[in-house]
Structures are given as C-alpha cells and as structure tokens.
C-alpha cells in the first residue's frame, strides 16, 4: 500500500455497490467491474463487433513479464515505484525497441492489464516486438496527480528506468490508458515537452477522465475521499483548485459547454498524434460529454486525433472497446515531434516546451504563450503571452535564418516586463529597430540575443545585420573644450560622402530616395543634423575634425556621427557606415 487512500478501499467496494444502483455508475464501480467481467469473459476479447484480427493472432511466444520497483531513492520522490514489465518473445535479437507505457484504470493494478482477456494490448505489442511498462504511478488511485502527491515524477523515473535498463526507441515512446489512465496520460503527454527529456511520441486513450473537477463533481462520495488525499481537499477550496487543474487536461465551462483555453493544457497536445476511443453509452454519465469536448478541441486546433464513438459495447466502460490492432497500427508509424514551427501551451510550472523555455511570473497557476514562426517572412510571433517574466527561444534552423533580417513581434498581458532571449544569433545584429525607433538595452553574447520587451500589449521589432561597408573610428567618449577627431574610410577613391553629426538617434530608410534600398541612416534628425558634404581624394580615407565648446551643459550629451558615399551601381547610396556614438564628459 503506497499511499492513505488504500485505507479506503473497503469503503470504496461498499460505496461502489450502492453506486452501481443509480443511473449514474461511478468511475470506481465502473473501472473494477470492467477488469472483473474481462476475467471471467476472456472469450468475448478482440471478438467485438468488425474486430481486425490483425497481428495479434499470429502464433509468437509470449512475452516475459518482469516484476520491478523502482526505490524512492531512484524515483526522488517518497514513493517506491512497483512496475510490471513485459519483454517482447525476441527481446535477444538486438536492436531498439518501441516502448509503450501503460497506465490503467482507477483501482485497477499494473498487473491487471496482463491479465488474459483484458486489452489484449499486450499480446499485441509482444507480437510487434515493443516493450511495455505498466505502472501505479504512486498509486492505483492517484489520477495522474502534479502535487502534493507526485505521480507523474515518478512515471518520469519509470520511463528513465526503461531506457537505461532495455534498448527503447527513443523517438518512440507510446503511451496508453484507459479511464482514469486516459486522463492521466494526456495530462503527462502535455506536460512532457522538453525535447532534451523522453516525451510522449503518440497517445492511445480509451474513455479519458480529462477534466477531474468535472469528475469530481460528478462522482460520488468514496471517489471524492480519496481525491481528498490526492490533490489535498475538494476543488472548490481554491488551495487545491489548481492541484486538480494542473493534473487535468481540459477545464470544462459547462455555460458555455468549450474549453477554457488559459487554464487547460489540453492545447499542449496539438503535435502529439491520438488514437482515441469512447463508449457514447458509457455507464459513466459525464465521460462522454468530456471525451466529445476534448476530440472537437484538438480537431479545431488541428491536431492529429482519430476518434473512435462505440456503444452497445459489454461493458461499456472497459479496455476492452479499443481494437488493440487498430490502436497499434495507428501508434506504429508515429515518431516523435521535438522542433514544430509554432505552438500553444499553457504551462503550469517554469519549463522548457518545445524550443521555449519559459519562467512563470508567478507560480501556483498557469501561464499561457502561443508561438508561432514564418520562413518566408523570416518572423517570430508572441501571442497570448500572459504570466511569464522570462522566455528563452530556440527557433529550428528550418523555420528561421537567424542570421538575416528577422522581426519579432510578442502581445502580453503581463504588467511587467518579458525578457525574450533568442538562442542561435550566430553573429551580433547591427541594431534592432522599434517601430521607427531604435529599441536600447538589447545585448548579443555568445549567440544569445537578449531583448526587453515592455508590459501589456504589443511589442513588434525587426532585427538588423545591416553591413556597413564604411568605416568610422573615433573616440567613445570627450571631455568638452577638445577636437573631436574622426576617420572615414570608405571603398572607392574620389568618391563624393555627406557627413552626418547629430544629437539624437533615429532611423531614416533609405527606400525614402531609393525603394530597392532597404538599408537605414541611424543618425536622428529632429533636430536636424549637421550634414557635410565633401569627397575621398586619391585614397578612401578622410578626417574630419570639431571643436566642441567648454560648455558645461553639454555634458552628458551624446553625438552620433556617420557617413555615406554616393552613386552606387546597385543603389543610390554606395557605402554606408557605421554609426559612431561618442558621450560628451567634463574636462579635467
């Protein structure tokens, strides 16, 4: 026993028949009787109606079953991890294996699923040489819980142990439940993005619990006693509201009958393909409304879910309405997806998802973000973003070139300020323009470009790597009462250039006198700037000198200084230099 709730299980026999009764079955009745009538009924498995008799019935050997726990000192949790393995007939032939994780029914053990009649799931990821692992998840009864009790670290510690101990295709690691398991494997799946870490390649769900306030609601007294224990107390104590919300999937707003978007992690799931399966006469009343509402979500959101409605199944609420050959065949050709071009998440901790990684503003809720790339506008999209004071992006080299022109744009809620960093800038942009401003405090190390953004609304800015094929060098700093001597060297001898000082940054494209030209004078011109014009002689280089006054105002002040040179053959410009900033200091 793992856990206080297996203290209720005689109460939970008990509440169950007197459930079983009334017009609606609770899941705990519903889920033993299931494993119950697929035992004594083994004869009725795979038979269903238009049932495939696929692989499974081929004639290979049984697989191995291997008992295994996983201390707690392994699992880094309080909890033992007991797990029931089965090894493929021709495990000894070599070579990586699919793995397909498995988490069953409420009250039902990881042995059950074994047991003959049941899914017949395990005969056929034997015949297809897969590895399977059932496991508690802390307890039979634990739902898939985040916090206080930590049923899906330790399914991370059973999926690690499968690798470090078995060959597993690591790209193809499957998982399936059934019932509470459903449930409980879609929350895991969405929460599981880090493509540093093992995640989810494809799902197999039968009869899902995906909103458990909804279940909770709906279930009787036993079920809630024990969700007690699990999540802490009842959902409406807003201490544990977002204990459930965070184990869950989707939140159901039954005035509405949709999906509330900021607080379901159910649109996590929109790059994890799903086999999906319910009984629309499932003795559990709420399940099918819940499963109809999360297969509509993903189908407008463009996810790859195939759904399956039976009815007239015996029993209804069972393993035993998945065709385990269809479920198989759909999860076969399934391969991880760690780098799709955009996203939407809604994250219940600071954690990496796809290339994001993201630090909540505040913790103990959800934050929200959507991201989104174009290749053929080399852009990057924020939207939704909402609780978050940090983001750090990676974006897949196929779906962006970091190293041309590239704009970002990012629309938060958040009254603070987001810090974006950009991973993979290979070299430093020249500058980063804010609308028709220059955006100030951007850095660039190592390949990382770290932007501030400000709070609340929308921040759009374009990245620049112009190149200035002019050069100009000079000091950073002046005290006043001194010659501010320049060098200009520019390309071309004889060559005419306009000389630019001004007091204030801007931007001036040059498609204002060229529209092929997309480059920009950064010099600003309110007020006006003193613009000389003068020429190269036999050599490209020039010097100009000023005299700045002993004015003590002028402290603190700063000079932007740059040049261009003129005709070019492609543009009207030629050569466009760097802009040199130079601070005005006290003398001495």
Same mark, same amino acid.
């Given at each position: 026993?793992n856990?206080p709730s297996?203290?209720?299980?005689?109460?939970?026999?008990?509440?169950?028949?007197?459930?079983?009764?009334?017009? %609606?079955?609770?899941?705990?009745?519903?889920?033993?009787?299931a494993?119950?009538?697929?035992? +004594?009924?083994?004869q009725?498995?795979?038979? @269903?109606?238009?049932r495939?008799?696929?692989?499974?019935a081929?004639?290979v050997?049984?697989?191995?079953?291997v008992?295994?726990?996983?201390?707690?000192? %392994? !699992?880094?949790?309080?909890y033992?991890?007991?797990?029931?393995?089965?090894?493929?007939?021709?495990?000894?032939?070599?070579?990586?294996?699919?793995?397909?994780?498995?988490?069953?029914?409420?009250?039902?053990?990881?042995s059950?699923?074994y047991?003959?009649?049941v899914?017949?799931?395990?005969?056929?990821?034997?015949?297809?040489?897969?590895?399977?692992?059932?496991?508690?998840?802390?307890?039979?009864?634990?739902?898939?819980?985040?916090s206080?009790?930590?049923?899906?670290?330790?399914?991370?510690?059973?999926?690690?142990?499968?690798?470090?101990?078995?060959?597993?295709?690591?790209?193809?690691?499957?998982?399936? @439940?059934?019932?509470?398991?459903?449930? /409980?494997?879609?929350s895991f799946?969405? +929460?599981?993005?880090?493509?540093?870490?093992?995640?989810i390649a494809?799902?197999?769900?039968?009869?899902?619990t995906?909103?458990?306030?909804n279940a909770?609601?709906?279930?009787?007294?036993?079920?809630?006693?024990?969700?007690?224990?699990i999540?802490?107390?009842?959902?409406? =104590?807003?201490?544990?509201?977002?204990?459930?919300?965070?184990?869950?999937?989707?939140?159901?707003?039954?005035?509405?009958?949709?999906?509330?978007?900021?607080?379901s992690?159910?649109?996590?799931l929109?790059?994890v393909?799903?086999?999906?399966?319910?009984?629309?006469?499932?003795?559990?009343?709420?399940?099918?409304?819940?499963?109809?509402?999360f297969? =509509?979500?993903?189908?407008?959101?463009?996810?790859?879910?195939?759904?399956?409605t039976?009815?007239?199944?015996?029993?209804?609420?069972?393993?035993?309405?998945?065709d385990?050959?269809?479920?198989?065949d759909?999860?076969?050709?399934?391969?991880? =997806?760690?780098?799709?071009a955009?996203?939407?998440? !809604?994250?219940?901790?600071?954690?990496?998802?796809?290339?994001?990684?993201?630090?909540?503003?505040?913790? &103990?809720?959800?934050?929200?973000?959507?991201?989104?790339?174009?290749?053929? /506008?080399?852009?990057?999209?924020?939207?939704?973003?909402?609780?978050?004071?940090?983001?750090?992006?990676?974006?897949?080299?196929?779906?962006m070139?970091?190293?041309?022109?590239f704009?970002?744009?990012?629309?938060?809620?958040d009254?603070?300020?987001?810090t974006?960093?950009?991973?993979?800038?290979?070299?430093?942009?020249?500058?980063?323009?804010?609308?028709?401003s220059?955006?100030?405090?951007?850095?660039?190390?190592g390949?990382?470009?770290?932007?501030p953004?400000t709070?609340?609304?929308?921040?759009?800015?374009v990245v620049?790597?112009?190149?200035f094929?002019?050069?100009?060098?000079?000091?950073?700093?002046?005290a006043?009462?001194?010659?501010?001597?320049?060098?200009?060297? @520019? !390309?071309?001898?004889?060559?005419?250039?306009?000389?630019m000082? @001004?007091?204030?940054?801007?931007?001036?494209?040059?498609?204002?006198?060229?529209p092929?030209?997309?480059?920009?004078?950064?010099? &600003?011109?309110?007020?006006?700037?003193?613009?000389?014009?003068?020429a190269? &002689?036999?050599?490209?280089?020039? !010097?100009?000198?000023?005299?700045?006054?002993?004015?003590?105002?002028?402290? &603190?002040?700063?000079?932007?200084?740059?040049?261009?040179?003129?005709p070019?053959?492609?543009?009207?410009?030629?050569?466009?230099?760097?802009?040199?900033d130079?601070?005005?200091t006290?003398?001495?």
């Amino acid at each position: 026993m793992n856990l206080p709730s297996r203290l209720f299980a005689v109460a939970v026999v008990i509440c169950a028949g007197a459930a079983s009764a009334l017009a %609606q079955q609770s899941i705990i009745d519903a889920d033993r009787l299931a494993i119950e009538y697929a035992v +004594r009924h083994p004869q009725f498995q795979n038979n @269903g109606a238009g049932r495939q008799r696929g692989i499974i019935a081929s004639s290979v050997p049984a697989g191995t079953i291997v008992n295994v726990t996983i201390p707690k000192a %392994q !699992t880094g949790t309080n909890y033992n991890e007991p797990i029931v393995i089965q090894e493929p007939w021709d495990l000894n032939a070599g070579g990586n294996r699919p793995l397909m994780v498995v988490w069953n029914g409420y009250g039902n053990s990881p042995s059950s699923f074994y047991t003959a009649g049941v899914s017949g799931l395990d005969e056929e990821a034997n015949c297809r040489s897969w590895l399977t692992v059932a496991m508690f998840a802390v307890d039979d009864q634990a739902m898939g819980c985040v916090s206080p009790i930590p049923a899906q670290t330790n399914v991370e510690a059973v999926i690690d142990y499968m690798i470090a101990h078995y060959p597993i295709d690591q790209d193809r690691i499957y998982m399936v @439940g059934w019932s509470m398991g459903a449930g /409980a494997s879609a929350s895991f799946a969405a +929460r599981h993005l880090d493509p540093n870490e093992p995640m989810i390649a494809a799902l197999a769900l039968d009869a899902g619990t995906f909103d458990l306030i909804n279940a909770y609601n709906s279930e009787v007294t036993a079920f809630k006693n024990v969700a007690h224990l699990i999540f802490g107390g009842p959902p409406s =104590n807003p201490s544990f509201t977002f204990n459930y919300a965070r184990s869950e999937t989707q939140w159901y707003d039954f005035g509405t009958n949709s999906v509330l978007e900021a607080s379901s992690q159910l649109r996590n799931l929109r790059h994890v393909p799903i086999h999906h399966v319910y009984s629309t006469d499932d003795t559990v009343l709420y399940l099918p409304a819940q499963n109809s509402l999360f297969t =509509n979500f993903l189908t407008a959101k463009g996810a790859t879910i195939t759904t399956t409605t039976v009815s007239g199944q015996v029993p209804p609420h069972s393993w035993n309405i998945m065709d385990p050959v269809a479920a198989l065949d759909f999860l076969q050709s399934k391969t991880v =997806n760690r780098t799709p071009a955009s996203f939407e998440i !809604t994250a219940d901790r600071s954690a990496r998802y796809y290339w994001a990684n993201v630090t909540q503003r505040a913790t &103990g809720q959800f934050s929200t973000f959507n991201v989104a790339t174009n290749a053929v /506008a080399n852009s990057l999209t924020l939207s939704g973003v909402a609780n978050v004071s940090a983001m750090t992006l990676a974006p897949p080299a196929a779906t962006m070139d970091l190293d041309a022109p590239f704009s970002v744009s990012l629309t938060t809620t958040d009254v603070g300020a987001t810090t974006l960093a950009i991973e993979g800038v290979p070299v430093q942009p020249t500058y980063v323009l804010n609308g028709t401003s220059l955006l100030g405090g951007w850095t660039w190390v190592g390949g990382t470009l770290t932007l501030p953004l400000t709070a609340t609304g929308t921040t759009s800015l374009v990245v620049r790597f112009d190149d200035f094929d002019g050069v100009m060098t000079g000091p950073s700093t002046l005290a006043i009462n001194n010659n501010l001597h320049l060098t200009l060297t @520019g !390309t071309t001898p004889n060559q005419p250039y306009f000389f630019m000082l @001004g007091t204030s940054e801007g931007v001036l494209p040059l498609t204002l006198i060229d529209p092929t030209d997309d480059r920009n004078i950064l010099v &600003g011109f309110n007020p006006f700037p003193i613009m000389l014009p003068a020429a190269f &002689g036999g050599s490209p280089t020039a !010097t100009f000198d000023l005299f700045i006054p002993n004015n003590a105002t002028l402290v &603190g002040s700063r000079l932007f200084c740059q040049f261009v040179t003129y005709p070019g053959s492609s543009h009207v410009i030629d050569v466009v230099s760097n802009r040199l900033d130079v601070t005005l200091t006290a003398g001495p």
